[in-house]
């Protein structure tokens, strides 16, 4: 299937090249024959990922999130997962005073952030540099509204996030021959 066709499916389901990201950005690190040989395999996981040239730090698609797990190192970490999760959602404000602190060594860590009024606060269990996912999974609680919910593509040790409706993660997962799994069961 052609690339131009595969993002004009994907375009009926909202996820769409962010302003200023063209097919070329997409080529650039895959090949055509690569993203035509196994439809929306390649496609998914380049559009939760940033462009791999210059300018530096654009994000392909702001409805798709290739989040690998194994990413905690310092301070701060959990403070992105937080942003992109939110950004996700199209409110990427929508949680604020995001603030974690990260000691592995010495079993040490925990996200805390403001939710409307609320401050929220989660204890982290330390596992070598692999997010806790039950932490994620309590942001994602927090984060999920109007019927939507996050759902997931596996990508081995990654997960490509999508923050979408039934509906639409029901049609997404006929596209791609497999469900989209939610990672909060409802």
């Keep these: 299937m052609k690339l131009e066709t595969q993002l004009a499916k994907l375009a009926e ?13 997409l080529l650039y690190s895959l090949d055509r024959q690569s993203f035509e040989d196994e439809p929306f395999e390649c496609l998914l996981f380049s559009l939760g990922i940033e462009v791999e040239r210059e300018p530096w730090g654009r994000r392909i698609c702001n409805s798709v999130w290739n989040f690998d797990t194994e990413c905690i190192v310092s301070t701060g970490d959990y403070v992105e997962i937080v942003r992109n999760l939110c950004g996700l959602t199209g409110e990427p404000d929508y949680l604020t005073d995001i603030v974690d602190y ?5 079993g040490e860590c ?8 609320k401050r929220q606060h989660w204890t982290i269990e330390p596992n070598d540099d692999w997010a806790d996912m039950m932490a994620i999974a309590y942001v994602m609680e927090d984060l999920q509204r109007d019927g939507k919910q996050f759902y997931t593509k596996d990508n081995g040790q990654a997960m490509i996030l999508f923050y979408l409706d039934r509906e639409t993660a029901v049609k997404l997962g006929d596209l791609c021959d ?4 939610p990672v909060i069961p409802a």
Excluded: R
């Excluded at 990260?102 to 010495?106: D, F, H, T, V």
């Excluded at 925990?110 to 409307?116: D, K, S, T």
């Design 110 to 117: 925990w996200l805390e952030y403001n939710i409307g009024d």
């Design 102 to 106: 990260i000691n592995i060594e010495g």
């Design 178 to 181: 497999e469900d989209l799994e």
């Design 13 to 25: 389901l909202g996820l769409v090249l962010n302003l200023g990201i063209t097919i070329d950005d």
